[in-house]
């Protein structure tokens, strides 16, 4: 039986609404932390569209204020990264003496962001592979199931974070628990930084868009080459197999549109120092060469101010 009764998804974004609307129609108790969406979701609740069946939630808990909802057993961070510096406001009033704080954010150093606010004991990372976009506030599509790669900060998983997994299932949601959260995440950089980044380089270009070029695609393959030699510089073995599978996955995607060129298209803060500017940083303190990512990381900060 599972000690995770109540649950607080902090961000109503498309993961926010996408995962808490899951475990919502699972059973679960959640209260969604909301900012923008706040009315609407109240008003409306949440609708969500999924390959294996659409469903409507016509009444959900959402609040304005962390101190509204209280201590609860398990935190699913989902806000971007760009949002971090209001973590220290909204995790304390969340935290009991035994809840877990589940970070579903992108790249890497966020995790570290959690750990100086909860402890590295409590903090489980999660990197999703979905395809999910917000169409409208209260509303999100999945156009691809895929998965949740986790792991904890401090090292292999705990009894607790197999029930985290455990609580997925039941919603519907593969999670499958890695011994290595670091490993995780340079594996997921192997996709973001080439797609996302290569997406908000051509000013709002679909995954599509990108294969279809073959000067572009070379750029993937190149960018992927130099996250596959930054991770080896720290021990992190990533195959050539896996670069090869995660091309071959995003053809069949069609005019996909990567959650960062979503982000830059509507005018808001990009991640950009997590996914490019601290891996970046990360490869040169090993002494790796990585000038196409620097190139990148560099375009990118140009168009994100």
């Known amino acids: 039986m599972s000690n995770i009764s109540s649950i607080a998804v902090v961000g109503s974004g498309a993961l926010g609404l996408y995962y808490g609307g899951r475990l919502v129609r699972a059973g679960a108790d959640v209260s969604f932390l909301a900012r923008s969406d706040l009315e609407v979701l109240r008003r409306r609740g949440i609708e969500v569209k999924a390959p294996d069946g659409d469903f409507v939630l016509p009444a959900v808990k959402v609040f304005a204020t962390p101190e509204e909802i209280g201590p609860v057993d398990l935190v699913i961070i989902t806000l971007k990264a760009t949002a971090n510096d209001q973590l220290a406001r909204i995790l304390p009033p969340l935290l009991h003496a035994n809840t877990a704080v589940l970070n579903l954010q992108n790249g890497l150093g966020v995790d570290e962001q959690v750990v100086a606010l909860v402890g590295a004991e409590r903090t489980l990372g999660g990197l999703c592979y979905v395809c999910v976009n917000r169409l409208a506030p209260g509303v999100t599509e999945c ?12 090292g292999a998983p705990k009894p607790q974070t197999h029930e985290v997994a455990a609580l997925f299932a039941l919603a519907g949601i593969e999670m499958i628990l890695r011994p290595s959260l670091a490993d995780a995440r340079w594996h997921k950089l192997v996709w973001n930084v080439p797609f996302n980044g290569l997406a908000v380089a051509g000013r709002g270009i679909t995954t599509e868009d990108i294969l279809r070029s073959p000067e572009m695609e070379a750029e993937v393959w190149a960018l992927m080459r130099e996250v596959q030699a930054s991770a080896a510089a720290y021990g992190i073995v990533i195959e050539d197999r896996y670069l090869e599978d ?4 995003t053809r069949p995607m069609g005019p996909y549109k990567p959650s960062t060129m979503i982000d830059y298209l509507a005018g808001k803060p990009l991640e950009v120092e997590p996914i490019w ?3 970046l940083r990360r490869a040169e303190a090993k002494g790796v060469a990585v000038p196409r990512l620097a190139a990148l990381y560099g375009r ?3 168009l994100a101010r």
């Open 277 to 279: 500017g601290e891996p």
């Open 143 to 154: 156009t691809f199931l895929g998965t949740i790669i986790a792991g904890e900060f401090s």
């Open 300 to 302: 990118l900060k140009s």
């Open 246 to 249: 995660e091309v071959e996955r």
